[in-house]
């Protein structure tokens, strides 16, 4: 057998694994394609055709589900943004920049790690509502922006970047930020790929800071106004409304991992992308 090759059973192995990982998905959006009334009786009517979208019409007759849906990918997208730009300045500064306490503020910041956001919110809470900052869009971004793993993920990246290419740029007169702008920053697109879908991924399914700042209806984010709809109409819409709110969330999820699958797998594998 060729190194690198599965054997049947490993194969076997594999897309048993695979069956068992898609069911949970594939069993769900079978509801979400069913009749509330065909499911009254019995769920295993998800298994039998005729499929309707009528689940997902009730979805977008809710006028404020857009609204929601465009709250949540203005947050997340802003959010990304800055972590992306505040963990790769940190991370070239601990990595490539010697200045005095260097070791002493990077363990602070993965002390950052440690400390769980449940137990920081209720003076964040007052923080935020001194500065009028609840019922926003920074004030429901700001707090995400605090990333210690970014920090750490791209330090630890750039640190395995040879330090000849910045001995080289220097001596062709390049400054330092022209070092991190032209020559360490193209070379973490991978690792700018794999933290991007990362907290992109986290801050869309963000459900504890968004339901204590936005307490307005038209600045829920789809998590929080999804969840809102399940509490006040689940009796009376059903399971397939329900897992038809599952399914049209969990949407830009699956979008950004397919774009972005080829720089997270190679990410993770320590190569780089050409």
Known sequence: MERGKLTPVGWLLLLLGAAIMIAPLAWTLLLSLKSNAALVGHTEAALRPPYTLENYGAIFGNSLTLRWLLNSTIVSLGTTAGVLILASLAGFGFAR?????RRTLFVIVLLGLAVPSQAVILPQHELFAWLHLHNTYPGLMLPGLVAPFGVFFMTT???GIPVELDEAAMLDGASRWTIFWKVILPLTIPA???????????????????????TRSDMYTLTVGLAAAQMNYAQTSGLGYLMAQAVFASIPIFIVYIVFQKQIVRAMAGTRVR
């Open 97 to 101: 920049l010697d200045f005095p306490f």
């Open 157 to 159: 990246y750039m640190r």
């Open 192 to 214: 700018q790929s794999t933290l991007a879908v990362f907290t992109f991924l986290g801050s869309w399914n963000d459900y504890w800071w968004p339901l204590i700042s936005a």
